[in-house]
């Protein structure tokens, strides 16, 4: 999705805005600008393509050299309305040139503003959205004795419906710029020698770790000595603002040639930091969680809400509510469940999965649970995010800042919360007896180190892949939770190398699948699951004898599944309910070498945004 930032102090603006534009490249964008305020002079450079194009254009100009620039806006671009191009690029220009705005959303009701604007003599130079805001600040600002640009804003917000995070500055007044949020996230930084705001929190990393969330319908008003906040309506906000403790290196690469390497090497503390807290004395204990036995017992459907990665675990945790808490679970995909017309009662539970907390599908189907009765609890890894803040509950995971777009170490702690809310549930049921529960938390404690044996094992995958990478299609095939996770490790292939990939369940081969098999097809077969292990053999029988190669993912101590696989990839000892969190690793890893082969873009492939914030 688009970036924002914005500075004003004692600083040099333009090195602070393409540095921190920089922090936000991973979000996926097609082009960059920057809005700055020199004496009383407020310019625009803005171009398509990467920041690197817009960083040499300030360069050459020698813009960036004379400095002496206090204030300004920058934004990265992921299109929405009108292509990538150096005119729909942000920041977007008012018809006087006195102000400029930076947004990141999208304006649903623009048409009907851009011709109301037009009507009253505002000339337009894009097809975006955005640039009818620009027009409606000026519009609100001129028609006032004397211009007051947080006036402004907060008469533009009344008027554009849908979402947005804005910066806008005016060069009336170069001593402030103005932030507002509505659905898209906006934080603001407060640093020791300026403030800032910023789309998300790593691009204020290196300046400050003092971070004020904005809230939905806020206006902000930002000064080199302070910042002040308010409501819709102007009324003044107290906030205090939170302190962030990752360190810079937790959003850079940390010596690893990508993030989603990086990131795949934290998932031993991502999930032991998302599980440790959560236990006490061998239970498990979810303060964030005040459900009762009563409520659980007369809870009539679990729906489980999300998209993409976030949905695959989502199937894990279907399995996992429905074993140990013997209550129905529907998972949906979140832009499917709005529009089915799902039964939804006040008896009803809704589970809202995110990573960003700011997947807009995500965040609409959630209310609409919540319209319907639904309690909805969020599995969540950023704080603060729009879905945090909606749910009625939030079990944050800590999986830390994500950055590669490719979701991995944040799928693995959305399993961890799915195991530790079905087994608290089923806790506070009394379904669980003592020594089950005492084995689960044993097995969950113990996931974390099973991971760094994973990772141990790594380079043979890595072979494999070697063996591999110019495959034009493979196939995951599993059965149960395996087939949950056949889905995501399709996914993490599919995003990160372009190679077509498929999952089905092993049983369904026969209906028609298995008619794509033909000599050297690769198919992955997870095989974690002792109870299914027969039916999987049987199926791999099935692709091997049309000339499949057959790669097995598999725990447990049967040697039956190396007497039909070409390659083996064995897991620690697990109890095969837990296996899902440990058998996606390898699956990880696999797509991600078969990427690297590839020469992929891998933290930011083609098409994809870290944070889908449109529907
Ligand atoms: C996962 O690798 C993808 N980047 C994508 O499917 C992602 O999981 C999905 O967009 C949901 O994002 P969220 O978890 O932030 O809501």
Known sequence: MCGIVGYIGKGETLPILIDSLGKLEYR?????????????????????????????ELTASGRMARGGVHVGVGHTRWATHGAPSDENSHPH????????????????????????????????????????????????????EKGNLLQSVLETIQEIEGTYALGVVCSDSPDLFVAARKDSPLVIGLGSD??????????????????????????AEIRSNGVRLFDALGHGIQRQPIHIDWDVDAAEKGGYEHFMIKEIHEEPKAVRDTIS?????????LPELPWTREQLEAC??????????AYHAGMVGKYLFEHLCRIP?????????????????????????????????????????????????GIVNVVGSSIAREADHVVYTHAGPEIAVAS???????????????????????RLPEDRDRQCVDALLSIPGKLDSVLLEKESIQRFASLHFNAKSIFFIGRGLDYALSMEASLKLKEISYIHSEAY?????????????????????????????????????????????????????????????????QLPEVDAMFAPILAVTPAQLFAYYIAVYKGCDVDKPRNLAKSVTVE
């Open 505 to 569: 369940p092993g049983g369904e081969l026969k209906h028609g699948t298995i008619a794509l098999i033909e000599e050297g097809t690769l198919v992955v077969c997870p095989m974690t699951q002792p109870a299914l292990l027969d039916k999987m053999l049987g199926n791999v029988r099935e692709v091997k004898a049309r000339g499949a190669t057959v790669l097995g993912l598999v725990s447990g101590t049967s040697n039956r599944p190396q007497e039909v696989c070409d390659a083996l990839f």
């Open 93 to 144: 220009l008012s018809n006087s040139g006195r102000i400029a705005v930076v947004h990141n959303g999208i304006i649903e009701n623009f048409s009907e503003l851009r011709a109301y604007l037009i009507s009253l003599g505002y000339v337009f130079r894009s097809d975006t959205d955005t640039e009818v805001i620009s027009h409606l600040v000026e519009h609100h600002y001129t028609g006032r």
């Open 329 to 377: 679970v529907s998972v949906d995909v979140a832009s499917e469940f709005r529009y089915r017309d799902p039964i939804v009662t006040d008896r009803s539970i809704a589970i809202i999965i995110s990573q960003s907390g700011e997947t807009l599908d995500t965040l609409v189907a959630m209310r609409v649970a919540r319209e319907k009765g639904a309690t909805c609890i």
């Open 408 to 430: 991995t170490k944040a799928y693995n702690t959305q399993l961890a919360a799915l195991y530790l809310l079905p087994l608290h549930a089923a806790e506070c049921m009394g």
């Open 28 to 56: 996926g964008y097609d082009s960059a600008g920057v809005a700055f305020i020199d004496g009383d002079e407020l310019t625009v450079v803005k171009r398509k393509g990467r920041l690197s194009v817009l960083a040499d």
């Open 300 to 309: 009539d459907m679990i729906h489980i809400i999300a998209c993409g990665t």
């Open 277 to 285: 807290p959560r236990i006490r004395d061998g239970r498990i204990v």
């Open 194 to 219: 300026g403030n800032f705001i910023a789309s998300d929190i790593p691009a204020l990393l290196q300046h400050t770790r003092e971070v004020i969330i904005m809230e939905d319908r806020e206006v």
